[in-house]
């Protein structure tokens, strides 16, 4: 469902004026955040576009092989660039400005802001806004607005386009797929884009570091009295032991929601600056985004996240009750 914003001409219209393209994408992005913007960045560049883009966490490795992730820069506020004329800022799959680079705001009343996404609480922070939360992932737009162009699109652009929209979809399999994924991805795909290796890069290419992360997650793995959760957690110490990164605990929490009887899941990694972050994940019919809210956090009804500055020992026992409390209702 697309809310009553701004339609993708009037989007179209604004940018292709613009000679510069500044491309945002969200804090610790994951396959649909960098293959939207591999993707918008690389159509630009063909349009003959000055183009920049980032975000404030790197590109996990997994997604190494996208067209120009050379060209992403880590940032905390938006570069001297961006103030320049004739620039456009397009944000992608990103539901609030607070988590991607800052100063953006500051230049609204200057500056074409542009938010393109499918979060159902993103909050229309851009002068044009185009929300579709039907969309299985924001890349689904990203190829409606190249379509709608009538321009070409370059070879590059589709795979950031097929990138997100697998990852956003577990491969197919999450609630979230749609007929029109499989038509995008058709599509994509008879441009001689090789699906065996794209899914080789992200889903085969584990480090063993990694894998061992996992396994210590699955260890700790509990679940709710009446089994319809799944909890598991990692400490910073966890990764600094196994020489393991961020990056590698990718996927554990959707693991976890594959035990039997389990209907929601959760995983709580301690970061930085004495913050938690829990991801959730729940099954079709159930959400997890008004758990996620309780600590200003947001997403997806079956994908969300928030965090929470306790100590996880702390964190833990706030957030498993809070679950238990949860799906004794559902």
């Not at 577990?170 to 979230?176: D, I, L, P, V």
């Not at 009887?261 to 913050?275: F, P, Q, V």
Request: proline content about 4%; glycine content about 8%.
């Amino acid at each position: 469902m697309r809310d009553n914003g701004d339609s993708l001409k009037e989007i179209l219209n604004a940018i292709l004026t613009k000679k510069t393209w500044a491309i945002f994408v969200h804090e610790r992005p994951d396959g649909d955040a960098i293959g939207s913007g591999s993707a918008f960045y690389s159509w630009g560049m063909a349009l003959g576009k000055r183009c920049i883009w980032g975000g404030t966490h790197p590109v996990p490795k997994a997604y190494g092989y996208l067209p120009f992730v050379e060209e992403y820069q880590v940032m905390n506020f938006v570069p001297d660039v961006v103030r320049e004329p004739d620039t456009a800022i397009i944000v992608l799959d990103t539901s609030n400005l607070e988590r991607t680079v800052q100063g953006i705001l500051d230049l609204y009343d200057s500056t074409l802001i542009v938010n393109i996404d499918h979060h159902m609480d993103n909050q229309r922070f851009g002068r044009l806004n185009y929300i579709d939360t039907s969309s299985s992932a924001t890349a689904e737009i990203i190829w409606d607005l190249l379509n709608d162009s009538k321009l070409p699109i370059p070879k590059d652009a589709r795979i950031g386009i097929y990138t997100g929209i697998i990852t956003d979809t577990g491969h197919f399999t999450y609630s979230n797929t749609t007929p029109k994924s499989h038509l995008i991805a058709q599509d994509v795909l008879s441009s001689g884009i090789n699906p065996e290796q794209i899914f080789r890069y992200i889903y085969a290419s584990r480090r063993l570091e990694g894998l061992k992360l996992w396994g210590l997650a699955f260890m700790r793995a509990f679940s709710t009295p009446d089994g319809k959760a799944v909890v598991s957690w990692l400490k910073k110490e966890d990764f600094e032991k196994l020489n393991a990164d961020p990056y590698d605990s990718e996927g554990i929490v959707n693991q976890l929601l594959y035990v039997k009887g389990a209907i929601i899941s959760a995983l709580m990694t301690e970061g930085e600056d004495g913050e938690v972050r829990v991801s959730f994940r729940a099954v079709t019919g159930v959400s997890v985004r008004e758990l996620a809210q309780k600590w200003d956090g947001g997403g997806h009804p079956q994908a969300a996240a928030c965090k929470i500055y306790l100590p996880i020992e702390k964190a833990l026992d706030v957030v498993s009750k809070s679950i238990e409390e949860y799906v004794k209702n559902v």
